[in-house]
């Protein structure tokens, strides 16, 4: 119980500081401490192979791979320059907005109790195939929930595709790779006769 | 068929002529003359015909049952035919000199044309649905006549006062004919004569006589819608010997007639109608007397004719009504035709005050306004004298006395101031060269410019012409009958009576009649004889024609305004009628068209243009206000489903 | 659960709109990524709460999914950065703002 709310504390801290910080690398170091935070509320909620996953994932690649676009992007010495704010005090409605909506979840979260089939929960953590475990997951992964581990295998082949079509080699001296068609230029369909004949 | 042909020979001229005016050039004139020419004598052959029981009917179309439109010649249509025809044709060829080197001569044959058409399309339909057509068109051919000079802007004013006074009356005629349709439920006066007496109450049938009689009062310019007549003037002489004299104006007098049984079922509206006949009578015969204008004065003696026409037929008097107005006809239209002569000889002089002495100059205009003056005073022997003893004599016998009273002191009256205008015009020296202020006459260049800023536009001197032989001879073939015809009506077996023996109801008889026929006859004539006497005394006499200058100039200038502005009718209806509407019009104008209906088409424009503007400033182009809205929908989501499914179970 | 499992959607609810309002207030692209991660992980605590209240395996596979599904996304929002923002003087999004009017 205790540890919910320390944990609690924690998240609600390092989002706050993510969402509020400077400079974008003091949001990521933010970022790492919400994550870790989150996995250990996974364990606290039996479920290991997420907490797990959340780690591996989440803190160890997502976290490095903006890590590198934040070093790519401020090459160089200058730091991030930003221009004109063109919304300022957009933040007032937007705060407004979410306390409302926070409120009416909370409110009806407790309000309206949530069932619980706590007897159905089979072992506690750290017996195998016990809930939350990898067997029990690999289990449920991969038979029930088979078509959509697919699919996200397909998912992730896309995204790969994608990155490298949208970022991918640039041509000699910073042109792009395509060639720019210049307007007038087009080829004529049918090429015209050689002159010399 | 022959009745088609005078039906239909007119319009055909009018349209030929409208349309191939400026190549027939003066030929113009003499089609339209034969065309009518031709029409007349077509209506002579159906004489037979049309005096044979029943009369002669003609069926055009079957449309509704009950609604059969056709043409009918009966007495009442032939003698009415026989004048437009006959007068008609006479009036055209007479126009052919006195329209001569108007650009627009084949213009005025085309519209006279239609006149033609349009009052025969008015006498001699069979239905009151063929009525009101006539009515209506003959009142645009009076707008088109009268306003024939359309340069002048005094004749466009006076045409519209005219077409406006008869819209007028053609409401009041609509809504009788309405009524009739509605409870009759047929068209036809055949059917309106059988039912007309079950089918309306008596508060109806005086609805239903209400309606047309004012119908009747603007088309015949009784009181109150008479002030169109003098002004009517505007129009070329012809015009207004044909149309203001001797058939349009009477159509009213035709309307009571055909309409008799249905005016003898309800004696208030007969009443209502002697009343306001003989009033016109009286009031046309003192305005009369007040007038310089030689034109103004035959249009005043016309509505005091008129109004004798009126109260004959609506006191019950039929045959004496419609004996008057054929006899009217015929001197009226000579007057008018005499006048013309004068003016023409001239060169557009209308004003009597620089006539005079024309006795010698244009002796045959003499003769000829003589006869005319004669008839019309009643003057034993001549026409008149036996149409107005009619209808006065009528007037008493069916116990209106004081009608009677009021057509003898009028007879009088006409008397006087007929005369005067024969002595002021025709006797002493000629005062065309006199100065106009030795005459009292304050504006000179109205005296003679308002006449003669007309067709001749371009001559700037007087000039005299002598008559043309075209002119002379209508008036002179016009003074047989105006002299002879009433004898048509002598004694108790006259053959006009006979004429219309049975056609109409039968007058109720009153009580006692204080005067005999004889007697009465012999004081009319010693009315007349005053005022034929007042009038020399007063214009005539060698003493008065030596002032005759110092005279006139007097009388010019001591004329009552009453008088003068005839009765202050003009200006009533200016004030009460026209400059409110003009009000109104300037309101819609300046108020309602710019601010009310524009400003609605404007707002809608721009509400518009102000939605546009709203949308699109919510396109800010930053990514952030856009995932700002969908917070916002979000939010309304989650808040929405809070509130619906978060009650509890 | 010692917990009840309303306590952990509100703190999930907290650490969503905490993201939301950060992708709205911040014009650094790079933070309103990490902001839409804050969102991702959210939404996986309330799965994971659910899957324990309900005993049912479904909602760690789902939530594995969404990390997964939430890795490819923010390497194609990444590559997108930095394409948009290659050669720009300021890293902001304010200035991406073609599609105004």
């Excluded at chain 2, 008088?563 to 003009?570: E, I, K, W």
Aim: aromatic share 12%; charged share 10%; net charge neutral.
């Amino acid at each position: 119980m205790i540890a919910f709310w320390i944990l609690a504390v924690i998240l609600i801290a390092s989002a706050v500081f993510t969402v509020s910080a400077k400079k974008p690398v003091y949001s990521v170091l933010g970022l790492l401490v919400n994550f870790v935070a989150l996995a250990a509320t996974y364990l606290i909620l039996q479920a290991e192979f997420l907490a797990v996953m959340q780690i591996v994932v989440y803190s160890g690649a997502i976290l490095i791979l903006f890590v590198f676009v934040i070093a790519l992007l401020s090459s160089g010495v200058r730091p991030f320059s930003v221009g004109p704010n063109r919304a300022p005090r957009i933040v007032i409605p937007a705060v407004v907005f979410a306390l409302v909506a926070l409120a009416a979840i909370t409110v009806t979260a407790l309000r309206v109790p949530i069932a619980q089939h706590a007897a159905a929960v089979t072992g506690t953590t750290g017996e195998p195939a016990a809930f939350g475990s990898v067997a029990d997951f690999g289990a449920a992964l991969f038979t029930t929930n088979l078509l959509p581990f697919e699919v996200t295998a397909f998912i992730l082949m896309v995204a790969v595709i994608g990155v490298v079509l949208i970022a991918g080699d640039e041509g000699p001296a910073g042109t792009p790779r395509r060639k720019k068609r210049r307007a007038g230029t087009r080829e004529p369909i049918v090429k015209p006769e050689p002159q010399a004949r | 068929m022959l009745l088609y042909l005078v039906w239909l020979l007119p319009l055909f001229g009018a349209v030929v002529l409208w349309a191939f005016g400026p190549q027939l050039k003066s030929w113009g004139g003499p089609i339209g003359s034969a065309l009518i020419g031709v029409a007349f004598v077509a209506t002579l052959v159906l004489w037979p015909d049309a005096t044979a029981q029943g009369g002669l009917h003609v069926t055009l179309a079957s449309w509704l049952p009950g609604w059969a439109f056709g043409l009918q010649l009966d007495r009442l249509s032939l003698i009415w035919s026989l004048i437009i025809t006959g007068v008609g044709f006479l009036i055209h060829v007479y126009s052919i000199g006195y329209m001569d080197g108007d650009r627009a001569f084949a213009r005025f044959f085309a519209y006279m044309n239609f006149f033609v058409f349009a009052m025969l399309t008015l006498v001699l339909s069979d239905n009151v649905i063929g009525l009101l057509v006539g009515w209506g068109l003959v009142g645009l051919a009076s707008y088109f006549l009268i306003g024939f000079w359309f340069e002048r802007p005094s004749a466009v004013s006076a045409a519209r006062k005219a077409f406006v006074m008869n819209v007028v009356g053609d409401v009041g005629i609509m809504f009788a004919i309405f009524l009739i349709v509605a409870k009759i439920g047929s068209i036809g006066y055949a059917d309106l004569f059988t039912r007309f007496g079950a089918a309306f109450t008596p508060h109806e049938l005086f609805l239903v006589c209400l309606g047309l009689f004012i119908g009747c009062a603007a088309k015949s310019a009784q009181i109150p819608l008479h002030t169109w007549l003098p002004d009517a003037m505007e129009g070329p002489t012809p015009v207004s010997a044909l149309i203001h004299a001797a058939t349009m104006v009477t159509a009213g007098v035709y309307l009571i007639a055909r309409f008799a049984p249905v005016w003898s079922a309800s004696p208030d509206a007969q009443e209502l109608v002697g009343v306001i006949g003989g009033l016109t009578a009286l009031a046309g015969a003192i305005l009369g007397c007040a007038q310089w204008d030689i034109k103004r004065i035959l249009a005043y003696s016309t509505m005091s004719q008129i109004g004798y026409m009126i109260m004959g037929v609506g006191i019950g008097a039929y045959d004496a009504g419609v004996l008057h107005f054929f006899t009217h006809a015929f001197f009226k239209a000579q007057l008018f035709l005499g006048s013309g002569i004068v003016i023409h000889a001239l060169a557009n002089e209308q004003d009597v005050r620089r006539m005079g002495g024309l006795r010698k100059q244009l002796p045959f205009a003499f003769a000829a306004m003589l006869v005319g003056v004669l008839a019309i005073c009643g003057v034993p022997g001549f026409s008149g004298f036996f149409s107005k003893d009619a209808v006065v004599y009528g007037a008493l016998a069916s116990g209106h006395p004081w009608l009677y009273a009021v057509g003898v002191i009028t007879a009088g009256i006409t008397a006087y101031y007929m005369f005067r205008l024969l002595f002021v015009t025709f006797f002493g020296q000629y005062r065309g060269e006199v100065d106009p202020s030795d005459l009292g006459l304050r504006h000179p260049e109205l005296a003679g410019t308002a006449a003669s800023s007309g067709h001749h536009a371009e001559e700037e001197e007087p000039h005299h012409h002598a008559p043309s032989w075209l002119m002379s001879i209508p008036v002179g073939i016009l003074i047989v009958p105006s002299v002879l015809i009433g004898w048509l009506d002598y004694g108790p077996n006259a053959p006009w009576k006979q004429f219309f023996a049975g056609f109409f109801p039968r007058v109720p008889e009153a009580a006692n009649v204080p005067l005999s026929e004889i007697v009465s006859t012999a004081l009319v004539f010693v009315v007349v004889v005053i005022g034929f006497a007042v009038a020399y005394w007063r214009y005539g006499a060698p003493a008065a024609l030596r002032e005759s200058v110092a005279r006139l100039r007097a009388e010019t200038v001591r004329m009552p305004g009453v008088l003068v502005n005839a009765y202050y009718f003009d200006a009533a209806y200016e004030m009460l009628l026209v400059r409110p509407a003009y009000a109104l019009g300037r309101l819609i104008g300046t108020v309602l068209d710019p601010h009310v209906l524009d400003a609605g088409v404007r707002e809608a424009g721009w509400t518009a243009q102000w939605l546009g503007h709203l949308f699109r400033s919510f396109q800010t182009g930053l990514v952030r206000v856009y995932a700002l809205s969908l917070a916002l929908g979000v939010a309304c989501f989650v808040v929405y489903y809070a509130l619906a499914f978060g009650a509890g179970r | 659960m010692t917990v009840s499992p309303e306590s952990y959607v509100a703190l999930s609810a907290v650490l969503f709109f905490i993201g939301v309002v950060g992708v709205i207030a911040r014009r650094n692209p790079l933070i309103m990524l990490m902001s839409i991660e804050l969102l991702f992980n959210a939404a996986n605590l309330t799965l994971v709460t659910y899957a324990r209240a309900w005993a049912n395996n479904a909602g760690h596979v789902f939530a594995f999914l969404v990390i997964t599904v939430a890795a490819a996304e923010a390497a194609i929002g990444l590559a997108i950065v930095m394409m948009t923002f290659r050669r720009s003087p300021h890293v902001d999004v304010d200035e991406v703002a073609a599609l105004k009017g």
